[in-house]
């Protein structure tokens, strides 16, 4: 059975770091685009961040360019995103998904101000 | 950025009914729209993609179609639980858009 699972999340001060991971299982990882995607509390979804199956070319919203970064780890079957110099406006559940059909169930991520 | 107007944002209705989603793309997405479900603390889950492809395991209660620029999704039979909040989200050019949500409600 594929499946994702998010781990990494908590509670944080605003200009805070946090790493968080995601592990894949049931399916070939290194051959999908992988994504993190958040949603704040109550709001819709926001695409976050995207990496190719190699891992060499790298995809981000223009509200955490600079800030954050995805990354990947295909021996380990692992998606990370670092986050750093985080705002309070990045408080949300933060999912990660392979390519557009399959979502992990979520980490939630709270910045205090 | 690709912009996804998703409309209406709520809507009401009943066991049994037809209820159909739009979504209107500004610029051509090239039929690479995906629809996703999700019930109030889970995770999205994936319908349609490619604007019409049926998600292996989802209901044929579902469908989708569409062309560009306007896509739709449609419930043939609304079950209850089928009320959720719907999304769509093109895929085609990054950034990745999602349209505002549609929060299907029990009349």
């Known amino acids: 059975e594929e499946q994702l699972l998010e781990s990494g999340g908590g509670l944080l001060q605003r200009g805070g770091s946090l790493r968080l991971s995601c592990a894949a299982s049931?399916?070939?990882?290194?051959?999908?685009?992988m994504s993190w995607v958040r949603q704040a509390p109550g709001k819709g979804l926001e695409w976050v961040s995207a990496?190719?199956?190699?891992?060499?070319?790298?995809h981000y919203a223009d509200s955490v360019k600079g800030r954050f970064t995805i990354s990947r780890d295909n021996s380990k079957y692992i998606l990370y995103l670092q986050m750093d110099s985080v705002r309070p406006d990045d408080t949300a559940t933060y999912y990660c998904?392979?390519?557009?059909?399959?979502w992990g169930r979520g980490t939630l991520v709270t910045v205090s101000s | 950025d690709i912009q996804m107007t998703q409309s209406p944002s709520s809507l009401s209705a009943s066991v049994g009914d037809r209820v159909t989603i739009t979504c209107r793309a500004s610029?051509?997405?090239?039929?690479?729209v995906a629809w996703f479900q999700q019930k109030p603390g889970k995770a999205p889950k994936s319908l349609i993609y490619?604007?019409?492809e049926l998600q292996s395991g989802v209901p044929s209660k579902f469908s989708g179609s569409g062309s560009g620029p306007d896509f739709t999704l449609t419930i043939s039979s609304l079950q209850p639980e089928d009320f959720a909040t719907y999304y769509c989200?093109?895929?085609?050019?990054?950034?990745?858009?999602f349209g505002q949500g549609t929060r299907v409600e029990i009349k």
């Open positions: 998904a392979k390519y557009i059909d399959l």
């Open positions: 049931g399916f070939t990882f290194s051959s999908y685009d």
């Open positions: 990496i190719n199956p190699s891992g060499d070319s790298t």
């Open positions: 610029q051509d997405i090239n039929n690479y």
């Open positions: 490619e604007a019409s």
């Open positions: 989200q093109q895929y085609d050019t990054y950034p990745l858009t």
